[in-house]
């Protein structure tokens, strides 16, 4: 079997790039990927087809690129992987002889009134919260896309996003598939530790994904805890700066900006994780950072937003706080450094959601399934 993966941008460090990776991985097959650029990751595939130009716009005026990059490679399965514009991808004359299914990864969706107060216009429109496709899918009806997924002659949507399966599961002639994946199998586990405990974030140095909120709370936490450590695993982005400069209990932060290169060892170090997000599509769902520390036991403590939401079940399997909220979050860490019985309750809980529902082979088996289906023109049974 041969696929061909078509989507935007490419990176193996990222949500739907990570999700690519491990399908190629796991998925029996010849995988080839249709990007407008691979930044990382291209040993992944049998081949790599970048057809250049604007992210935002991508496949839009490389008709003639994306036609060239599919005769080569003649795939028997066209994968797409997109957001709720993916519909609409698929309608592309130049797709319609191919048998093809959709990842939407999300359906985001502009911030509420009473979110814009969480951060600046500009720090949001550097984000994946403020930007063109987000307005658009704002606005898209939900009718005019499952029409145009049926046109396109896809009846097959995997998705990780409860929304995009509220939204799509129940139109005629879909078969909605949800998945939760970004647990890793790996031995290690996170340890209490009451003398010198670490809290550790790991992602984007981006005001959105809560790092201000943080950096706010944490002088509340070394109050009640003192020997408390913030550890601040960044991706360097332009806000960085103005960030750190807000930093409380500065000589107890250590921030790290060269690549990390085992995460999982980091996260297993810590005694807690947190992801203070302040919107809803921070980053896609999952926030695959947050499954990962799940799946080595490391306690987590969340906001209640959609990328959260998805696999954090606030005082099942972490703690979840309202965004933009410092008092909240150091109190929700303070009491996970501080109480040994919950810090194990919540250890065991997250590590158990990890493994039994959010591991890469279910992933993997449902989308090789969906293949199968999609190949021999059946319509794929709704409870994989």
């Known amino acids: 079997m041969r696929i061909a993966h078509v989507i935007a941008e490419f990176s193996g460090k990222e949500a739907m790039g990570r999700t690519v990776t491990e399908l190629v991985h796991r998925v029996a097959g010849e995988h080839h990927l249709i990007t407008t650029h691979a930044v990382d990751g291209r040993d992944t595939f049998a081949g790599v087809h970048e057809l250049g130009g604007a992210l935002e716009t991508f496949p839009l005026g490389r008709s003639t690129a994306l036609k060239d990059a599919l005769d080569k490679i003649g795939p028997d399965v066209v994968h797409l992987h997109a957001g709720a514009l993916g519909p609409f991808l698929a309608l592309l004359p130049v797709l319609r002889p191919y048998r093809k299914l959709l990842t939407a990864y999300a359906w985001p969706t502009l911030p509420r009134p009473g979110a814009w107060r969480r951060a600046t216009v500009a720090e949001m429109r550097s984000s994946n919260v403020l930007r063109a496709r987000v307005f658009l899918t704002s606005v898209l009806p939900v009718p005019l896309a499952a029409a145009a997924l049926r046109r396109a002659g896809i009846t097959t949507v995997l998705t990780p996003d409860p929304r995009v399966a509220d939204r799509l599961g129940k139109r005629r002639g879909l078969n909605v598939i949800r998945f939760t994946s970004g647990a890793p199998a790996d031995p290690r586990r996170a340890a209490f530790d009451a003398e010198s405990p670490t809290i550790v974030f790991a992602g984007r140095a981006e005001t959105v994904r809560g790092l201000d909120t943080l950096l706010a709370a944490f002088p509340r936490v070394r109050a009640a805890v003192p020997n408390a450590r913030l550890r601040l695993l960044l991706i360097p982005r332009p806000e960085l700066p103005r960030i750190l400069a807000r930093t409380g209990a500065a000589e107890a932060v250590d921030v790290v900006t060269e690549p990390v290169p085992d995460l999982l060892a980091e996260l297993a170090a810590a005694q807690v994780g947190t992801w203070p997000f302040k919107f809803d599509y921070t980053t896609s769902p999952p926030a695959m950072a947050l499954v990962e520390a799940m799946a080595v036991g490391l306690p987590v403590v969340g906001t209640d937003v959609a990328c959260v939401r998805a696999v954090l079940d606030d005082g099942v399997n972490g703690l979840s706080v309202p965004p933009d909220n410092?008092?909240?979050?150091?109190?929700?860490?303070?009491?996970?450094?501080?109480?040994?019985?919950?810090?194990?309750?919540?250890?065991?809980?997250?590590?158990?959601?990890?493994?039994?529902?959010?591991?890469?082979?279910?992933?993997?088996?449902?989308?090789?399934?969906?293949?199968?289906?999609?190949?021999?023109?059946?319509?794929?049974?709704p409870g994989r």
């Open 326 to 381: 410092a008092p909240a979050l150091a109190n929700a860490l303070i009491t996970l450094l501080r109480d040994e019985q919950v810090w194990n309750r919540f250890a065991a809980a997250g590590l158990e959601s990890a493994t039994q529902g959010m591991g890469w082979e279910r992933v993997a088996e449902t989308t090789a399934a969906a293949y199968a289906d999609v190949l021999s023109g059946r319509r794929p049974h």
